[in-house]
């Protein structure tokens, strides 16, 4: 018998295949022993090479400040034309004054 005419069975689904058409089925780059047949392979994907792949991804940040900034980043700053001069704000719950001296 011709290797053209023989045939073989998956191991994991005991379908009949051409013998070409078995594949060996790989698990984290190591092959399992398993034939497999070409439409029911697993491909080794890359996500699942945990040791092979470095993981390491620092959230924290190394030696934090706090924020120096925060009233600088409260101030309000006037424009062109209100506040050319000083411009003093003061707030109210339901009501704004703006007073430009």
Sequence with gaps: MSRKLAFGF?????????????????????????LVGKDVVDIDHEQWKLGDVNAN?????DD????????????MFSWNPIGIGNMDVEF????????ID
Excluded: H, M, W
């Design 92 to 99: 109210f719950l339901g009501r704004i004054t703006v007073s």
């Design 64 to 75: 934090p400040r706090p924020d120096q900034s925060l009233i600088e980043s409260r101030a």
């Design 10 to 34: 998956c191991d994991r689904t005991g379908f009949r295949y051409p013998i070409d058409d078995l594949v060996p089925q790989y698990e984290n780059g190591i092959r399992t022993g398993l």
């Design 57 to 61: 991804d620092k959230q924290t940040l």
